[in-house]
């Protein structure tokens, strides 16, 4: 796996994934941004929540579980002194689908959060992730 970061101007950069999609990230103005794109920090908790949510989604559709939509909120605390890293990250995940099994769900977040998920095991190293789960049943 590659990636490649370009500074443009100022504090934004531009990366590049080795699969060739690219992502702009800017700092805030405070910092000598102009807030034209996400902060770096940010697309770490991107990144864990499309790693976890990809997962979970995957995981249901293996159990046949008619899963129809997965979001992955997540809210984090940094540290006050440097390095800023992630003290605290929280994922609600908001399952909706056609008569899901709430067990199965359960167990699905709890093995990305266990077993696959590289980010979220990886950033456990210095935070506490906590999770919880809302599922929506659909009538369609």
Request: proline share 3%; net charge negative.
């Amino acid at each position: 796996m590659k990636a490649s970061v370009k500074w443009v101007q100022d504090r934004m950069f531009l990366g590049e994934s080795g699969s060739g999609h690219t992502i702009v990230m800017d700092g805030a103005p405070d910092a000598g941004g102009r807030n034209m794109g996400v902060r770096p920090m940010e697309t770490i908790l991107i990144g864990m929540g499309g790693c976890t949510a990809f997962d979970v989604v995957h995981i249901l559709e293996k159990s046949r579980e008619a899963v129809e939509d997965c979001v992955a909120d997540i809210t984090a605390e940094r540290a006050e002194e440097d390095p800023k890293v992630f003290t605290k990250i929280h994922v609600k995940f908001t399952v909706t689908g056609k008569n899901l099994n709430p067990d199965k769900v359960e167990r699905a977040v709890h093995l990305t959060a266990e077993k696959y998920c590289s980010a979220s095991i990886m950033l456990a190293k210095t935070a506490e992730i906590t999770h919880e789960v809302v599922i929506k049943n659909s009538n369609s």
